[in-house]
Structure formats: C-alpha cells, structure tokens
C-alpha cells in the first residue's frame, strides 16, 4: 500500500460524459501527479501540482483539467470524453524531487 | 522537449538467465528513476541514480548512470518468474519522462 489512495477504482461512461477522478496524497506530501496509461502504452505524464498549484504541465489536452485542493487532495477532470479516452490513470505523490508514489489508479471505459 | 527512450519493448526469458534494459535521454539528466509495474498494478519505485557512472545494486538487480547522464541501465541476473512486469526508467530534468518501458516475461 503506497498511502495514495484513487476513486472510483473503475468508471464506465459514455462518450460526451463529463467525470471526475479524485487522488489523495500520502500523509504530508506537497506534490500530486496525473498520469494516463493506455493499453500497451507507458506513462503519458499529464501534469503536476505543488501546494495547490500548477507546478507542470504534460501532454494534457484541453479538454482535461486538474486541480489540487487546500487539504492537498487532487482531482482530474475529463470532459467531453472519447472513445481513445479510455485508459487507466493513475495519480502519484511526493515530498519532493524523488521517488513518487504511485496510487492504485483508475480505470476509465468509455463507450 | 525531453524524451527518454527505452529498449527493448519485450523481453522474453528463460528462467536463470541475465538480461539488460536501456534508457536513454534525448537531454543530460539531474537524476534517473527506476520503477516496477507488475501485472495489474501500479508502478512502483525502485531506485533513483544521481552521480554520473553511478552503480546500484539491489539484490540481482544492478542499475547504472552514464557518465554524460543520459543513459542509464538495469541489469538482471538469474532471472525469476517474481521479476515479471514493465520496467520503467524516468528521466528527471525539471519534470519525471517515463519511457515506454521493457515488459518482462519469463519461461520457467
């Protein structure tokens, strides 16, 4: 158990739905990170945030966004969503430049 | 921008045997991180090399820093079945590049 926790753990939707993934960082830790994983593909870094906010940014699209909230807790905001969409994200946390932790992540379906 | 590149994608392995994954960044690294996905789950970190030509190892696995630091590797020697899943190095300049990641299977 990494201390990062992920809901839901599984979201199936439809296509033009509108979801939202929530991340909990470990006990005391300032930066949260989204990452996408598509089948067969590695991590697609999304973007980072520090203490509330944007640290980093990385192939996110327009249609996604992310915030990170003053109890440290973070959420992934996926609109209008596509078929190729469906992916697992994951969401990972650190007390610095080092290791990140990973949570158990999300699986998103889009139908 | 930067990108790390990993190879090979699979690695296919007879119990026992050794074998070695690549990364390499397009651009110099201040560190380089080593993770574990098993089937399933979700990675996991392994290790974070800092000095350049710095050598690891945890166990039968053996990581490595190019000197230039934008290499790195893992070797594995006597391969077991618990050594199945990706292997995933990321590359840290002022954020985390992950490579595609070498996905192991072994034969026993």
């Known amino acids: 158990d990494s201390g990062v926790t992920q809901t839901p753990k599984h979201l199936i939707t439809a296509t033009g739905q509108r979801v939202t993934l929530r991340c909990s960082p470990r006990s005391g830790d300032l930066s949260v990170y989204w990452y996408q994983q598509s089948l067969d593909q590695g991590l697609q870094f999304l973007i980072q945030y520090y203490n509330g906010e944007e640290r980093a940014k990385g192939n996110i699209l327009e249609r996604f966004s992310a915030q990170q909230f003053p109890d440290l807790h973070s959420e992934l905001n996926l609109s209008s969503l596509e078929l190729g969409d469906s992916a697992l994200y994951f969401c990972?946390?650190?007390?610095?430049?080092?290791?990140?932790?990973f949570g158990p992540g999300t699986r998103l379906t889009v139908l | 921008g930067q990108q790390v590149m990993q190879i090979p994608q699979y690695q296919h392995v007879q119990e026992g045997e050794d074998f070695t994954t690549y990364c390499n960044s397009s651009?110099?690294?201040?560190?380089i991180q080593w993770y574990k996905q098993r089937p399933g789950g979700h990675p996991v970190f392994l290790i974070q090399l800092v000095k350049s030509g710095e050598v690891k190892k945890q166990k039968r696995l053996t990581f490595q820093f190019g000197e230039a630091k934008k290499n790195s590797s893992l070797h594995i020697t006597a391969t077991q079945t618990t050594d199945v899943g990706t292997y995933f190095c990321a590359g840290n300049d002022y954020k985390l590049s992950f490579g595609a990641g070498t996905t192991v299977t072994v034969r026993a």
């Open positions: 990972a946390s650190s007390g610095g430049y080092n290791e990140q932790f």
């Open positions: 651009t110099t690294l201040s560190n």
